[in-house]
């Protein structure tokens, strides 16, 4: 099945600096990649996600890249800023097929004032 | 629209007692699911339907059933709780089969089993 793994566990950044999150899969039949947020005692939120036929996505302030042959994708976000302090989820379809989400363990994203 | 919901919202159970962990959805969703998550674990899949009367394992069932009668609910049971299964569930739903749709979650359900 799908593993994925996230790096870093955890990220301090400068409030206005930029932060990335990186993940990488091992199925490489995968073709859809979300970003969640997750705030204290709050559910998962959709952020941003990527489907395999882009390289790139942006929403403002967050980004997300896709390398499909290398079997990664990235979180950007730029000028962070408090709210952007939550556990960041990636997660990666199995197969595309009706097989859930395969989660990586979160990031959690310190924005220091 | 309530989107995803599920009860309760807390739940303390001694050890070998049995509970059931409603979910319910009002988007006409086909694909529903229940994952855990643990500190340090992420989420992970333990049951999922892709329709009423068709379910089947995630990653981590052991321990959990489930049924499907209606598109709308999605009902989790715990036959015999144990205290490995002290953590936060969240029910999630998705409008199709294709593995490319946007998951939504529910609130999540936490659970302390003593």
């Known amino acids: 099945g799908e593993n994925v793994e996230q790096h870093p566990s955890t990220l301090s950044v400068q409030e206005g600096d930029s932060a990335v999150i990186k993940c990488t899969y091992s199925?490489?039949?995968?073709?859809?990649f979300p970003w969640y947020k997750q705030e204290l005692g709050k559910r998962p939120q959709l952020i941003i996600d990527?489907?395999?036929?882009?390289g790139e996505k942006k929403d403002q302030r967050i980004a997300v890249t896709l390398n499909k042959t290398a079997k990664h994708f990235s979180l950007h976000i730029t000028e962070t800023q408090p709210e952007d302090s939550a556990v960041y989820f990636c997660?990666?379809?199995?197969?595309?097929?009706?097989?859930?989400?395969?989660f990586g363990k979160g990031t959690h994203l310190i924005i220091q004032p | 629209n309530a989107g995803v919901t599920q009860t309760p919202k807390f739940q303390v159970l001694k050890t070998g007692q049995s509970m059931t962990l409603q979910c319910a959805q009002d988007?006409?969703?086909?694909?529903m699911s229940w994952y855990r998550q643990d500190p340090g674990m992420g989420l992970r899949l333990i049951h999922y339907?892709?329709?009423?009367?068709?379910?089947d394992q995630g990653e981590v069932p052991n321990g959990y059933n489930v049924s499907r009668s209606t598109t709308e609910d999605f009902p989790l049971r715990l036959l015999s709780a144990a205290p490995s299964q002290t953590s936060v569930y969240f029910c999630?739903?998705?409008?199709?089969?294709?593995?490319?749709?946007?998951?939504?979650f529910g609130p999540g359900t936490r659970l302390t089993v003593l």
């Open positions: 997660a990666a379809n199995s197969g595309g097929g009706a097989d859930g989400l395969t």
């Open positions: 990527i489907r395999s036929n882009v």
């Open positions: 988007m006409n969703h086909e694909y």
């Open positions: 339907s892709v329709g009423a009367g068709i379910t």
């Open positions: 999630a739903s998705r409008r199709g089969l294709a593995g490319t749709d946007t998951q939504y």
């Open positions: 199925d490489s039949a995968s073709n859809y």
